[in-house]
Nanobody, 119 residues
Framework: QVQLVESGGGLVQAGGSLRLSCAAS????????MAWFRQGKEREFVGAIS??????YYRDSVKGRFTISRDNAENTVYLQMNRLKAEDTAVYYC??????????????WGKGTLVTVSS
């Protein structure tokens, strides 16, 4: 069982930055791939990181602006968001899965944190 708690959301001006954190419970965090999703008009995949942090991938609209990292010693995954745009406004969720499938079915979800980007 893995419990996930996101933090770090808030209001930021367009062009600004925010860093989201997702703290995980349990001693098996390092066995899970972690992903970030967001819910605006619809839920969409933002990016993911492999269990050891060696691989990351992102949706095209955030490539070069967002960076996912993890600290397995601290059971935490991060989403650094730079050059934010109004269209990045959403509730951001972290999620965990032992293997991320093509349909992005995840095993565990956090409750989300709201990011609002003012233009």
């Amino acid at each position: 069982q893995v419990q996930l708690v996101e933090s770090g959301g808030g209001l930021v001006q367009a062009g600004g930055s925010l860093r989201l954190s997702c703290a995980a419970s349990g001693r098996t965090f390092s066995e899970y791939a972690m992903a970030w999703f967001r819910q605006g008009k619809e839920r969409e995949f933002v990016g993911a990181i492999s269990p050891n942090g060696g691989s990351t991938y992102y949706r095209d609209s955030v490539k070069g602006r967002f960076t996912i990292s993890r600290d397995n010693a601290e059971n935490t995954v991060y989403l650094q968001m730079n050059r934010l745009k109004a269209e990045d406004t959403a509730v951001y969720y972290c999620a965990a899965a032992r293997h991320i499938s093509a349909d992005y079915a995840m095993d565990y979800w956090g409750k989300g944190t709201l990011v609002t980007v003012s233009s």
